[in-house]
């Protein structure tokens, strides 16, 4: 296994066993395939495939989120048996355009279905709040029976988990079906998904990134491959996908739901976290009601004992007990391109007319900083694991493994320097409270990242992302129901001074054509453990969108 020379051999070989999971009847000709060239919105293609009946189109439709669909089961208006056999072939679908998937087994997944409907018919209830329900895992989530990666390809290597981690035995307690895993990048540290499976790419612009680390995870969700997905975040892995595919997400504060093995084992200075990305707000309520609602914290030493408590607040921060929405416009160090300042005025001019709001500016403090740190505590030792683990097989270090990895403030540390650091860790988070107090904001509106979905290749700046990892904020993404236009988007002309090289460098990126159609997201951000404040105020925010009803599909 340590050997280099079993690179390219064990890529192809898991790669090979990955494609012919898909049945035969599910294949795309290579003419279809070629319909769609790179730059083209490819969410038609399970329509002009035929291989879909109506209702199977119409049961993976957007309008269909995972709520509605449990209610359906509830109902008998569907199977759970229909339901799964209709995501999967979509998914199947999905995967041969945007390769966003790593497993495939749709009949173990039916034979789950079907010994659901069975029990529903025999006994009228359900075993859980998401019978019959399916749900695609990312890949370095175990499921029993199936491997696990963390995009590296000597992963392929390693025998089948004996057993799923702690989220998704609470999912399938719940009555979740499971018919997929997806893909993510090299190492899981990129805000892209490219590994040795595949480059997965955007169904709304395949020249487009579909964000990371867990693009997979959206890309198969926005095409309609899935009505809920699962993926985890330690730098914005949840929110870029979710923003680049116009879905919803909430990032949680870390310690509030089960997760699995870390990305990196040890290095615990910065925590990822587990959570969905969904097509409603309200299956993301939905999601943490189950999570939380199974009392995690029992089973999970560490886990704070706080249940799930969607209730209005005793009162909002604002005058006459309205929500103070603090507007942060940019984070002082890259000020985003056009698309997204046009999303985020818009919305602010909407909840100004909004009795609900009360809007104020919100001051950026301290974010390159934050997220510098971030970045040199991801990777204590300087990035040597990583490249350990690339080095199992001899597979070659992708551009953006070798980008984050070899940031300014990576490099290896002591332990004496690594105390140090934590040290400085605690006492920003500190200023940062001190300084979000001071606001005397319920929440802060804010861009997701510096632009709409990146060009493949491109996202390089984590700083709207990792800086509410650091301060270990729960932070939400959701749809404006806008997207990216050349004719209102057009490119900045007018001289200023850059506030950063990669301000300049963002700035430059933005060519307006090339984001024609992309969905236009926003981030919603509050203190920790104050998840529910976020959902409260999105459900306000929520009454006003889309801000415009146009679709690109």
């Known amino acids: 296994m340590d050997s280099p020379t079993i690179w390219p051999q064990v890529a192809l070989d898991a790669i090979a066993e990955r494609e012919a999971r898909i049945p035969q009847a599910l294949r795309l000709s290579s003419e279809f395939i070629a319909k769609y060239p790179p730059g083209s919105d490819v969410r038609s293609a399970a ?37 799964v056999t209709a995501f999967g072939k979509r998914a199947a679908i999905a995967h041969q355009l945007l390769s966003c998937l790593t497993d495939f087994f749709l009949d173990e997944a039916v034979r789950r279905a079907s010994e659901l409907d069975e029990y529903y018919e025999k006994t009228g209830q359900f075993v859980g709040p998401l019978h019959g329900l399916p749900i695609d895992i990312k890949d370095h989530m175990d499921i029993a029976g199936h491997k696990s990666s963390l995009g590296y390809s000597a992963d392929a290597l390693n025998p089948p988990a004996p057993a799923h981690v702690r989220t998704v035995q609470v999912l399938y307690d719940a009555g979740a079906v499971f018919y997929c895993k997806t893909n993510m ?58 923003a680049a595919c116009g879905l919803w997400t909430l990032k949680p504060t870390t310690l509030r739901v089960p997760r699995g093995p870390s990305l990196q084992e040890g290095a615990d200075s910065i925590v990822e976290t587990f959570g969905p990305i969904c097509r409603s707000l309200r299956d993301v309520n939905l999601w943490f009601s189950v999570v939380i609602g199974s009392k995690p914290w029992l089973d999970e030493h560490d886990l704070v004992p706080l249940p799930w408590r969607l209730s209005p607040p005793a009162s909002w921060s604002g005058a006459g007990g309205r929500i103070r929405i603090g507007v942060m416009r940019h984070d002082g160090v890259v000020l985003p391109q056009p698309p997204i300042r046009r999303a985020l005025q818009a919305l602010v001019d909407a909840l100004d007319k909004d009795p609900a709001f009360e809007v104020v500016e919100y001051a950026p403090f301290k974010h390159l900083e934050a997220s510098e ?23 070659p270090v992708l551009p953006l493994t070798e980008w984050v990895i070899t940031r300014p403030t990576v490099k290896y540390h002591t332990l004496e320097e690594l105390w140090e650091l934590n040290v400085r860790r605690e006492v920003l988070r500190a200023q940062y409270l001190a300084h979000y107090n001071s ?29 509410w990892n650091f301060v270990d904020y729960p932070a939400a993404v959701f749809p404006t129901g806008l997207y990216a236009d050349p004719a209102l988007d057009v490119k900045d002309t007018e001289t200023r001074a850059w506030m950063s090289e990669v301000d300049m460098e963002n700035a430059t990126l933005y060519e307006p054509d090339a984001f024609k159609g992309a969905p236009l997201c926003l981030q919603l951000v509050s203190r920790r453990f104050e998840e529910e404040i976020v959902v409260q105020a999105m459900q306000e925010i929520s009454r006003i969108l889309p801000l415009a009803n146009s679709d690109w599909k």
């Open 47 to 83: 329509k002009d495939a035929g291989l879909l009946t109506e209702l199977e189109l119409q049961i993976t439709g957007p309008g269909s989120d995972a709520t509605s669909l449990l209610e359906r089961i509830k109902s008998k208006e569907l199977t759970a048996v229909q339901i």
């Open 373 to 395: 740190l971030a970045h040199e505590l991801y990777f204590p030792d300087g990035g040597a694991r990583v490249r350990a683990r690339i080095a199992r097989s001899g597979e």
């Open 185 to 242: 990048p090299q190492s899981g540290m990129h805000l892209e998904t490219q590994s040795f499976w595949g480059q997965v790419t955007n169904p709304y612009n395949t020249r487009l990134t579909a964000g990371g680390s867990s693009g997979g995870c959206s890309a198969l969700l926005a095409f309609g491959g899935a009505p809920l997905s699962i993926g985890s975040d330690i730098g914005g892995s949840l929110r870029s996908p979710a």
């Open 439 to 467: 606001q005397n904001v319920d929440v802060i509106l804010c861009p997701v990242g510096p632009g709409p979905a990146p060009s493949l290749g491109t996202a390089k700046y984590w700083g709207y992302t990792n800086v």
